[in-house]
């Protein structure tokens, strides 16, 4: 009798020793996928931050790069206005004695 009351205990303690398993290994689980989710999250959180850096300094980079292009297109434009002025005196000068010979 007592042989099988310590069966039924032990089989009892395995039991429980078993559930507990269960137990320990759905929380292990539930904690390794919300670490997985957070992580996730920590991510995209970055990559949309890098998105927003990359961007910020291509804006910033670009509106440099139109300032350079409009300076250097100015300077352009001045340099054949003075290219221009200084011929034209002679050209109006050549005109003016072909009209008048």
């Known amino acids: 009798m ?4 310590k069966i039924k205990q032990t089989e009892a303690q395995a039991q429980e020793i078993i559930e507990k ?10 904690k390794i996928r919300q670490d997985q989710r957070l992580a996730l999250e920590q991510a995209e959180r970055e990559r949309k931050k890098a998105i927003e850096v990359a961007v910020g300094e291509a804006q910033s ?4 790069e139109a300032e350079q ?7 352009d434009r001045r340099q054949l ?5 200084a011929k034209m005196p002679p050209a109006v000068a050549k005109v003016m004695d072909y009209l008048r010979g």
């Open 81 to 85: 206005r003075d290219k221009a002025n």
């Open 69 to 75: 292009l409009k300076a250097r297109a100015e300077n």
């Open 2 to 5: 007592e042989l099988i009351k």
């Open 21 to 30: 398993a269960k137990a320990d290994a759905a929380e292990r689980a539930e």
């Open 61 to 64: 980079q670009g509106l440099k």
